[in-house]
């Protein structure tokens, strides 16, 4: 690099309000970190390049040139993890003369919007490494991990595409001779076994496999479903080259399948619970898978944001949320706000049949309290919960990164883990459950340097995961307001 580009790095680093050097000091902070019984005040906190180096409650010496930020009145937490995201399109896209432009600058910003509401650490459960890539690519990004998402053919969610663009999309897709669908001439089915499949996507890096148990939403429940011979298989093979095993399953029955699966994550809350439905109290047969889940130890990601996502779509005014100005460009919230933008939100409210929209409401506030009292009982129980968003679930323009990370923890609370509870599960939990927990989660000397620092209590208030000062990652302090939408 010659002397004008060393200069021109230089100058972009100093006006992204971005601050790095090799040193970072924060001074006289109260520290928050989930392992401590209690915060550690007037802590001092010495970072070099990317790593915490030293935690402590006097004064630490720094070498000439560090950089220093008086922490004083304010709150260090480690950076928040979001283990259910897709960063791979824009919410609600739908094809226009706009789309492309749209979707360009959606996904330019996209890391920017995740960092606005501190969250540090993304994990997608993806079925391709192509956005993986991409999202990778941008300056200011979370550290984003990968999940490899292996559907069958002719199942959930490959079930809407032809089958000639899933073949050709789906890198990780898993054929069951059981779908009775005849493959393109020459196809080579040895590479779409689990096993095959699985391996492939620990050589890309992936963390996890995740497969999909479910059979129809709402009146379908006739789609082809992966075996239980294949899912065993899945499970050896995940087993044999260190991933976890996740699922989608979100109704009773579908948890129970993952349970005898003997899956390690379930990436959905409970909101369906069949026969069940509108019981005022939680029914023995669902608290046996229950107690089977917090016996077995799983991962249990509730996804209010699903449920949320789509009541949301169909209340007027919805958008005028001031924090999505923050993370959604004006052109792409005039587009979700035009007939054009609006369309899913028609599939929605055409899925019940034209009901009145209090009567709508009133069912899916049935399946959203049926989903919070199935994580009151895990949590009762003791079951680490996690955070996770699944943004976006569905095309679903209320569902943004990181605003809808946010309203997850908004209703983690809402439905009953405290305070400490709730910072748990967008940290530590996390970081344990996915096996990265050597690196991130709480604030110790050795970990990665994903921090935020808040002008409010976390244990105080969950507002205080709307007050970030600064976002800190791997050692680079920015201010929170440049990472908002220009």
Same mark, same amino acid.
């Given at each position: 690099m010659n002397y004008k580009r060393k200069l021109l790095s230089i100058l972009l680093i100093m006006t992204s309000g971005v601050s790095f050097a090799a040193e970072l000091l924060i001074e006289n902070v109260t520290l928050i970190s989930p392992e401590r019984k209690q915060p550690l005040e007037h802590a001092y906190i010495r970072i070099v390049d990317d790593k915490i180096i030293e935690v402590s409650t006097s004064p630490l010496v720094v070498k000439k040139g560090s950089i220093k930020i008086n922490g004083a009145g304010q709150f260090l937490i480690p950076g928040l993890m979001d283990s259910h995201v897709h960063v791979s399109s824009m919410p609600g896209l739908a094809d226009s003369p706009e789309s492309a432009q749209l979707k360009d600058e959606f996904l330019q910003q996209q890391p920017k919007s995740y960092l606005y509401f501190g969250v540090t650490q993304l994990l997608d459960p993806s079925q391709y490494t192509g956005a993986i890539d991409k999202f990778n690519q941008s300056e200011?990004?979370?550290? %984003?991990?990968?999940?490899g998402a292996a559907p069958i053919l002719g199942g959930y969610p490959t079930l809407w595409a032809d089958e000639e663009t $899933? /073949? =050709?999309?789906? &890198?990780? /897709?898993?054929?069951?001779?059981n779908t009775k669908i005849a493959l393109p001439e020459g196809y080579d089915l040895s590479q779409h076994t689990p096993e095959a499949v699985v391996q492939r996507m620990a050589r890309d890096g992936a963390i996890c496999v995740k497969v999909f148990i479910e059979d129809g939403f709402g009146h379908n429940n006739d789609w082809p479903m992966i075996s239980t011979k294949l899912l065993? =298989?899945?499970r050896v093979a995940a087993t044999k080259h260190?991933? %976890?095993?996740s699922a989608h399953a979100n109704a009773y029955d579908m948890q129970k399948i993952a349970v005898q699966a003997d899956v390690d994550v379930i990436t959905h809350g409970m909101w369906n619970w069949l026969e069940f439905n509108e019981q005022p109290e939680l029914p023995n047969?669902? &608290? $046996?898978v229950l107690d089977k889940i917090v016996s077995k130890n799983m991962v249990f990601q509730p996804t209010f944001s699903v449920m949320d996502g789509l009541k949301s779509i169909t209340v007027p005014g919805v958008m005028n949320d001031p924090l999505y100005k923050k993370v959604v460009s004006t052109q792409a919230l005039q587009w979700y706000q035009s007939k054009a933008g609006q369309w899913f939100k028609e599939i929605v409210l055409g899925n019940y049949d034209n009901m009145p929209l209090a009567k709508i409401h009133q069912n899916q506030n049935g399946k959203i309290s049926q989903g919070e009292r199935v994580v009151q009982y895990l949590n009762e129980q003791g079951l680490p919960i996690v955070l996770a968003s699944d943004t976006p679930s569905a095309p679903l323009y209320v569902s943004q990164p990181g605003y809808s990370t946010f309203k997850e923890l908004q209703h983690l609370f809402k439905a009953g883990l405290n305070y400490k509870e709730?910072?748990?599960a967008a940290t530590i939990n996390n970081a344990k459950a996915f096996g990265l927990a050597e690196k991130y989660g709480s604030i110790e000397p050795g970990k990665i340097a994903n921090l %935020?620092?808040?002008n409010k209590n976390p244990l105080h208030t969950i507002d205080a995961y709307n007050a970030i000062d600064k976002v800190i990652v791997k050692g680079r302090a920015i201010d929170r307001e440049s990472l908002a939408v220009k």
């Open positions: 200011q990004k979370p550290d %984003l991990f990968h999940c $899933t /073949l =050709r999309n789906k &890198r990780y /897709l898993i054929l069951d001779p065993k =298989r899945v260190g991933l %976890l095993m047969e669902i &608290r $046996t709730v910072l748990a %935020l620092l808040l």
